[in-house]
């Protein structure tokens, strides 16, 4: 089992940054990939990034890509979101996701989100 706890959600104003983090406990020796997603009210969750824990290799949803960044700390075991000029339609629930492989496939772990809400 992985066990993920986020922090750093919170309120802020359009234009402004938070940064999230994601701390990973458990079986996470064969974690092989970390990011966020995110869930606005009546939407479906959505990928936000997510980054290779071996290599580093980073993937972002269009609408995010120059303004949100992932990055990895895997000495604390650790993934950060560093959000900036924050907009009004970043509200949302955002969630951390831990894919694990195990018996050749992966399996999805996730945290108990944490809300972030921009205000306009």
């Known amino acids: 089992q992985v066990q993920l706890v986020e922090s750093g959600g919170g309120l802020v104003q359009a234009g402004g940054s938070l940064r999230l983090s994601c701390a990973a406990s458990?079986?996470?020796?064969?974690?092989?990939?970390m990011g966020w997603y995110r869930q606005a009210p009546g939407k479906q969750r959505e990928l936000v990034a997510h980054?290779?824990?071996?290599?580093?290799?980073?993937n972002y949803a269009d609408s995010m890509k120059g303004r949100f960044t992932i990055s990895r700390d895997n000495a604390k075991n650790t993934v950060y979101l560093q959000m900036n000029s924050l907009k009004p339609e970043d509200t949302g629930v955002y969630y951390c996701?831990?894919?694990?492989?195990?018996?050749?496939?992966?399996?999805?772990?996730w945290g108990q989100g944490t809300q972030v809400t921009v205000s306009s």
């Open positions: 996701n831990a894919q694990r492989l195990q018996f050749l496939r992966l399996y999805d772990y």
């Open positions: 980054i290779s824990t071996s290599d580093g290799d980073t």
């Open positions: 458990g079986s996470i020796v064969s974690v092989k990939y």
